[in-house]
Structures are given as C-alpha cells and as structure tokens.
C-alpha cells in the first residue's frame, strides 16, 4: 500500500496542476469574452452586428423556448440567464426532461453541456454556492475564490460556508483550524492611496481583522473610510508564521451571514 506521505505529496501536486488549468482557462476566457464584446463596436475590425445579435438575441429566445419546453413538463426552471438555465426535475422525469434537451438541441442547433448540483444556495442569479453530485464546488460572483478578476476577500469565510454546505461542518471549526495568513486577508485598490493612523499604506492595501483593533483605513485624499475596513490591521507583508491576534469572530460571523443571504438557516 502506498504511505500517506506519498499520497498527500500527489494530491498537493494535482491541487497545483489544477490551479494553472484554471488560471490558463480564465484567461482565454477573457480573451473570448473581449472579442465578443468587440462585435458591438463599429471602431473594431471585429464589427459585427449579425454576430452580436445571433449571439445574443438569437440566444436568448431559443433558451426561452426550452425553458417553456421544460415548464411544460413538469421540470421546475430556478434561474436563467443569456447562456443557460438551472432546474429541478424529479428523478423519476429525468428521462423524459433528457429527452425534451434533446429535442431543443436538434431544433437550435445549440449543444448543451449538463451539470448536477446536490445542493445550489443563491443570494441573487449572480452570486450562488453549488455543491455538485461529484462534490465538486461551484461558486459565482461575490464567494468566487481570488484570482485574475478579483481580489483576495475574506476566503477563509467562503471555505467555512463551503465545508458547512458539503458536509455540516460548523463554521467555527473551519475558521479557527486553518493555519493560513492568506485565508484571512482582504486585498483592495484604494485611489489615490490610504492611510491608517497617518501612516500612508499605498494604492493596493491588504489587511486582516485584528482582536482589539479600532478605527478605519481611509482614503488619503478625502479621508473618507475605505469599505469594511473597521478593525482591520495593515499587513503590507505577509508574516512567516499566524498570527496570534487574528479576530476569528469577525470571519465566523462573516460566514454566518454568507449563510443567511443565500438562504441557508443554520
């Protein structure tokens, strides 16, 4: 039998290969989105409005159309928007709404790509948590993790929300066991950069909340407060070892009210 040793070294190189696939997919997927855009511009060599509204407008109305489909039958539609649609079935009407996919694929054209959730939490159709039968995860707009479009903002609150979804975990016990500075900081861009006690911080601020901590991070040329940055700490380098004064309340009541705006009641 293989030790546990050579088995945790595997998954921490997969867990790697994964993060640069998903880097590089994101990427391209900027890429994509830009030309797209582009369509819609008579100043670019990619004007092209036939394009733009087949992509769109045409898209639309043919998902409508399997939405109406899918109502019709029994299936009960949660959410749509401009490239696809979200719903539940009985398991028992799973063949039959397989079967009315299909129809609509060889009536558009359109090929569609299916995904089963065990559990989908929504605060709005933008900002979602969704356990999948795999166990995977999904998550969209404000709990989607940092990356190239967002900065790091209270993560470790999100992975509490996420452990507590998959398998019920208190969210205490997620926050408090993770031994991660980067979990625990927010990273924003401040115009014209911040202060904090007169002490100027830059344009890019990264910060956690600190035990005891008072005041605000404000703006250097207003002195307006810069969003929820009451009690927290400056941390322009990052530390080698956790630190001790972390506000662990602060990030379990922030994934307490993450829970309560997609729904869930604890």
Known sequence: MRDVLS???????LEKEFLFYETETNSKKLSINGSFGKFGSKYSTLYSPDLLIQTTLTG??????LIEMLEMNGAQVISANTDGVT????????KTVDGI???WEMLTGFVTEETQYRILCSRDINNYCAIK?????????AYTPPGLQKNPTNEISTMAVID??????PVEHTVRECEDIRKFIT???VKGGAVKNDKYLGKAVRWYYRQGETGTINYKI???????SEGAYPLMTLPDELPDDINYSWYIDEAKSILTDIGVTL
């Open 133 to 141: 039968v795999n166990g995977g995860v999904k998550l969209k707009g």
């Open 7 to 13: 088995l945790k070294n595997e998954l921490e190189a």
């Open 101 to 103: 996919v299909s129809a």
């Open 187 to 189: 990273i924003r861009t």
């Open 222 to 228: 207003n002195n307006y407060k810069v969003p929820r």
């Open 60 to 65: 639309q109305l043919s998902l409508l159309m």
């Open 87 to 94: 719903f539940k079935c009985r398991k028992n009407d799973k």
């Open 164 to 169: 507590y979804l998959k398998s019920g975990k």
